[in-house]
């Protein structure tokens, strides 16, 4: 066999991309520490919030359309932990002074509270794939694009994202990314990525 004969057909169309079947959207931290006028992006550390209040309908809507189409959904929620974050993310980031576990902090915002049966996972860092279920339970989805949607497009959608892809070679995942916000969100999307 030729090798221009084994190489796979490029699947361009959206459609295709997104079937239902082989699609799970990826909610990517949406707690109420960073997306809640009284989280402590707002309170605390003086994020505006003019940003992440769009976000929240247009993730719901995201979320609402998933449900009604069949996608598989994962819901990603990030807890700061002393004894399960990396020493990296405690030597930047000091003693955990959010999303806390068992704390209202850390609670996912209630337009977006998953369902019973959906998927919840906890992660300690920013990407949801590191020291996680995520690749696991998606493999056994059979899983092979995921649309994600969330708050920071650069950091912790942004790093989940780029962890996907970097899968892709191995016949894993395309990415697509939805409404995330921050500078990434407003500039551009990812490399290769395309923004719904």
Sequence with gaps: MELADRIPDRVTELAEQIEPGHTALVLVDLQNDFAHDDGVFVKEWQKTNRW???????CQRLLTAARDGGIAVVHLRII???????VSWHNFWGPPGCVIEGTWAAQFVGEVLPLDGEIVITKYTYDGFVDTPLDSVLKKLGVKTLVFAGIDSDVC???TAAHGFSLSPLNRYGVRISCALGPMAIIRP???????
């Design 80 to 86: 700061n932990d002393i004894l399960k974050n990396p």
């Design 190 to 196: 990812l490399p290769r990525c395309s923004v719904l």
């Design 157 to 159: 959608v942004r790093d």
């Design 52 to 58: 992440i209040k769009p976000i929240i309908p247009c």
